[in-house]
């Protein structure tokens, strides 16, 4: 074989594999852009980023139609007309209807506790109670309801002479106040109130009772039944119990 010919043998045999070679290397930079761009559309689409991104939006919209569908309970208490207005207290009737529970009619006392009762007419006529909620659920005692702030610490901003003379029978309706270390002389609440869920014969003779449950007994039955958040039976309800309205009726 001529040197001539071994030449042209060689190099065809480099270019071949220089080919070869330079295949392989364009496929596997072929294969290293697929495999990056599948990890980059894998990560843009991961449901945990996305799908959080895409629905908050309608999640939010959902809740502002729902609010508006239900119409949402808007407290507007009229200040001025609470201390301006005169009130007839003797056989005043008042519905308060609770939402999702129904309605508890009240017959107020005014022989018995006349201050209590005007008080008490004169905030529900100026809508003062109307949104408010039953923020104290104690098992087989009272429901306890009427404070602005929701937790059992907030009023008016004054409170009420005692007018203790009623008992504490089942369905009576009572003034909750500070206890006696600081309140030696037994004044009620200027708002807050409860509702006895069965007779309480010890709470007589400290608190002022000023009417009575008529009609919706099961009512405050059914809220005293309610889940509530303390194992000690005695707490607020895990959602909240909203008077939705409290007006005279009568």
């Keep these: 074989m001529s040197n001539k010919i071994l030449i042209a043998i060689i190099c065809a045999l480099i270019l071949a594999f220089g080919g070869f070679f330079a295949y ?14 599948s990890q980059e ?7 945990a980023q996305e799908n959080q991104i895409a629905q908050t939006p309608s999640e939010q919209t959902t809740a502002s139609t729902t609010k508006a569908a239900t119409g949402e309970c808007v407290r507007n ?13 003797q056989n005043r009737q008042v519905e308060i209807d609770v939402k999702n529970f129904g309605k508890i009619i009240l017959s107020l006392d005014a022989a018995a506790a006349p201050k209590t009762v005007e008080n008490f007419l004169k905030l529900t006529d100026s809508g003062f109670y109307n949104c408010l909620t039953f923020h104290r659920i104690a ?16 009023g008016p901003g004054f409170t ?20 006696d270390q600081v309140n030696p002389n037994k004044e009620s609440s200027g708002s807050q109130f409860y509702i006895a869920l ?3 014969p010890m709470l007589d003779g400290q608190y002022t009772v000023f009417g009575q449950v008529i009609e919706g007994m099961d009512v405050v039955e059914k809220i005293g039944q309610t889940p509530i958040d ?12 909203i008077m939705d309205s409290v007006r005279i009726i009568k």
């Design 160 to 179: 009420i002479p005692a007018e203790i003379k009623l008992l504490h029978k089942k369905g009576s309706i009572a003034m909750a106040r500070l206890g």
């Design 198 to 200: 069965n007779d309480l």
């Design 139 to 154: 098992k087989d005692f009272v429901i306890q309801g009427g404070d602005p702030k929701g937790d059992g610490t907030g």
């Design 24 to 37: 392989k290397m364009l496929q596997a930079n072929k294969t290293v852009k697929n495999e990056t761009s």
């Design 41 to 47: 559309i894998q990560k843009e689409q991961t449901p």
């Design 230 to 241: 303390s194992p000690s039976g005695d707490g607020a309800p895990i959602d909240k119990i």
């Design 77 to 89: 208490f009229d200040e001025n007309k609470f201390k301006t207005e005169k009130m007839e207290i």
